[in-house]
């Protein structure tokens, strides 16, 4: 099984940014589908991005797309999430999160297979 540490969340007025990092150990990187998700206070964990196996492909839920850019790195076993334009609903901790398929990062029906959650970090949009 992979493991996976996230780092980077923070504090950070509206309009600012911050970027998200997750390292990725224990297995072949470039064999996984790698995610991110959020989970806000009494909220439901739900998907923000996500990256294909060779990078080629990425995936955005509506609320981050044009704001949030997904990428990875083979070098460093490292999967990144760049926020922009950040905005008080944003806040919510973090969560990494790989799998051998698409479609259980995708398809939320599929989740509770989901092979390896990191174990989130905190960002908070507030002025």
């Known amino acids: 099984q992979v493991q996976l540490v996230e780092s980077g969340g923070g504090l950070v007025q509206p309009g600012g940014s911050l970027r998200l990092s997750c390292a990725a150990s224990?297995?072949?990187?470039?064999?996984?589908?790698m995610g991110w998700f959020r989970q806000a206070p009494g909220k439901e964990r739900e998907f923000v991005a996500a990256i294909t196996w060779s990078g080629d492909l990425t995936y955005y839920a509506d609320s981050v797309k044009g704001r949030f850019t997904m990428s990875r790195d083979y070098a460093q076993n490292t999967v990144y999430l760049q926020m922009n334009s950040l905005k008080p609903e944003d806040t919510a901790v973090y969560y990494c999160a790989a799998d051998l398929s698409l479609d259980v990062i995708l398809d939320k029906s599929k989740r509770y297979g989901m092979e390896s959650w990191g174990k989130g970090t905190l960002v908070t949009v507030s002025s």
């Open positions: 224990g297995r072949p990187f470039s064999t996984y589908v």
